[in-house]
């Protein structure tokens, strides 16, 4: 019990330093001296030699026995040895104790209740209503209550009150209580889980982690929409007119990406995107520090190797790195000294800590995106289309779970490898649907090009829907005419929709990562180092948002940042935005951030 061990060694200290009892009796000075002699061995770390003083202490001065008795108890606690206060522990009489420490009393009993397997006792102890808890000793009673109500079999208890230790704790305390979290809730299983969040107001504190544990057992959920209220950079009024709202600029940044191995390519065109925002700041003047970048390889122990060399050179910031197995590596150290900006998710799903943001691609986002567009397009009908590949299967999963959240009826679904796909079309009955029924399809731009003709052969004649993946990246006319009339959300910059970034024609004539599929990671680099002065102000702010290339930004509770994406349309071969600019659809996305592949690569395009 590490956390709450560590939570009360200051509280410890500093209340046996003060000798802060209000005493029945008088303290002569040698009871005074030998007290904070004590307390001198407790400060120093040297908790056995403390608790036995205080012993020897409750031995000379019965009027005042159970206090020192307490903090012997308290101090063996310290030492991790509590089994050593256990002969007198039980002993002690709450009555003859002051102030906050009948409370301290309850804990420790708690506490001790636990090693002895009795969660009754060590919950009785910890739920007294009509006990009034320091603010000082509040954690440290959740986390007793919540490892009591475990054990007890009361995993959603346990749950709720670890939820309420959450925004207390930073650091690896605060990862392992997130782990502690949903293993306690995914203990419930996924129909008992569903049934909770069916039953639940927006807004309950418990349902995002009950999402987050719905994903963790494997089940796509709907995710609320971000709400895009107040863009991040506003000039501040008064005194301060220079001064960008939100805008807090690290001295040095680190980028942890791979520059060899098998993911080099992706991490040059991110890393490209990185330096082409960063170039482009110099045009509003706004400051930039120095940036170093580090070769991650693409492996765990480079990843490791590389975050803790930029840490020793100053870095205030580290970007990256990029694939899971990196991040994972990254989130098991013991300590992150340096704020990180993870550029994907770890393999467990793992919630990120405080200090730590998410930001990554994700096929989830743009099915569950097209879902909400279908709806509000009034179509409540949908077939569904999909390649027989993991980016499809996981765009399909998020699209049905928001389409039937929001009142849609899903009426087929089929996946398709190869180049016949008329088993498919004809399972999907589609000729016959009504008229408020729409296709919903992700899959490469030669599968897309392959399905529309032989829809349209079957007289399948309903809109179409797609993710990215039906789009190349650039117009190829005389191919994509077979698209004619599918709409796809994508990354803006790809269509200069997003006003204030720099040009994607101009920089793509210049820089052939720019181009095609690579385009999107380049957008995502832009992003990555456009986030960097924000990332902070996004997390605690509700409802802030940030014009990105791939998409508006925003970031939910948990520090993973989110994408709005824009609309196009394929006509007469050439994809375009729907209105000429960014249309914002408030589209739930679904978390963690990952790529379309196990590590780095992007959708495959083309």
């Not at 207390?168 to 569903?194: E, F, H, M, W």
């Amino acid at each position: 019990m590490r956390l709450i061990r560590a939570a009360g060694l200051g509280l410890l200290i500093s209340l046996a330093l003060s000798g802060c009892v209000t005493a029945p009796t008088p303290r002569t000075q040698a009871e005074l001296s030998a007290e904070q002699s004590a307390s001198a061995l407790a400060s120093q770390g040297k908790f056995s030699d403390a608790a036995r003083a205080y012993l020897a202490l409750a031995q000379t001065s019965p009027g005042h026995a159970d206090y020192y008795q307490l903090l012997a108890a308290e101090a063996y606690r310290q030492d991790g040895q509590l089994a050593q206060a256990a002969p007198f522990l039980n002993t002690i009489k709450r009555q003859r104790l002051t102030d906050d420490q009948p409370v301290r009393l309850d804990l420790l009993q708690a506490e001790y209740a636990l090693t002895q397997h009795d969660p009754r006792r060590a919950l009785q102890l910890t739920t007294q209503p009509e006990v009034a808890v320091p603010a000082a000793l509040r954690l440290r009673l959740l986390e007793l209550r919540a490892t009591a109500q475990f054990d007890s079999n009361d995993f959603w208890g346990s749950a709720h009150s670890r939820v309420e230790m959450d925004a207390q704790l930073s650091g690896l305390d605060q990862s392992q209580n997130r782990k502690q979290i949903l293993a306690a809730l995914t203990k419930l299983g996924a129909d008992p889980l569903k049934q909770r969040a069916a039953a639940m107001q927006q807004g309950d504190i418990m349902l995002p982690w009950v999402n987050e544990a719905l994903n963790q057992l494997g089940v796509a959920v709907a995710r609320t929409a971000p709400q895009l209220e107040q863009q991040v950079g506003t000039m501040m009024p008064g005194q301060n007119a220079n001064v960008r709202e939100g805008y807090k600029m690290p001295e040095r940044v680190a980028l942890l990406i791979p520059g060899s191995g098998s993911f080099a390519g992706a991490g040059a065109a991110i890393r490209e995107g990185f330096f082409a925002a960063y170039a482009d700041a110099s045009r509003n003047h706004a400051p930039r520090p120095e940036v170093k970048v580090y070769d991650s390889g693409g492996t765990a122990a480079g990843a490791v190797k590389a975050y803790q060399q930029a840490v020793a050179d100053g870095a205030k910031l580290v970007v990256g790195p990029l694939t899971r197995g990196e991040v994972s590596a990254l989130f098991g150290l013991n300590d992150l000294p340096v704020q990180l900006l993870a550029l994907n998710h770890p393999d467990d799903k793992s919630l990120p800590a405080s200090g730590v943001a998410e930001f990554g691609l994700l096929p989830e986002t743009e099915g569950a995106q097209a879902a909400d567009h279908m709806i509000e397009r009034g179509l409540h009908s949908a077939y569904v289309v999909v390649a027989a590949e993991d980016f499809g299967q996981r765009a399909a999963n998020a699209f049905k779970a928001e389409f039937e959240a929001r009142g849609g009826t899903v009426a087929g679904l089929a996946k398709v490898s190869g180049i016949n796909y008329a088993q498919a079309i004809a399972g999907l009955n589609a000729s016959n649907a009504a008229q408020d029924a729409g296709v919903f399809i992700s899959m490469r731009p030669q599968q897309a090009r392959l399905l529309v003709p032989q829809l349209r052969l079957a007289r399948v004649s309903l809109p179409i829907f797609g993710t990215s993946h039906v789009y190349a990246g650039s117009d190829d006319a005389s191919a994509n005419r077979d698209l004619d009339g599918v709409e796809f959300c994508d990354a803006p910059w790809l269509f200069d929709a997003q006003p204030g970034l720099p040009n994607h024609t101009d920089i793509a004539a210049q820089l052939p990562a720019a181009r095609g599929a690579s385009a999107r990671l380049f957008a995502f680099g832009m992003d990555a180092w456009s986030l960097v002065p924000y990332i902070d102000w996004l997390r605690e702010h509700a409802g802030s948002y940030l014009p990105g290339a791939s998409g508006q930004l925003t970031a939910d509770q948990f520090g993973r940042v989110r994408r709005v994406l824009v609309w196009a349309r394929f006509d007469e071969g050439i994809a375009k935005p729907l209105s000429g600019s960014l249309e914002l659809d408030n589209a739930p996305m679904q978390a963690p951030p990952v790529t379309d592949d196990q590590n780095a690569t992007p959708p495959p395009q083309g």
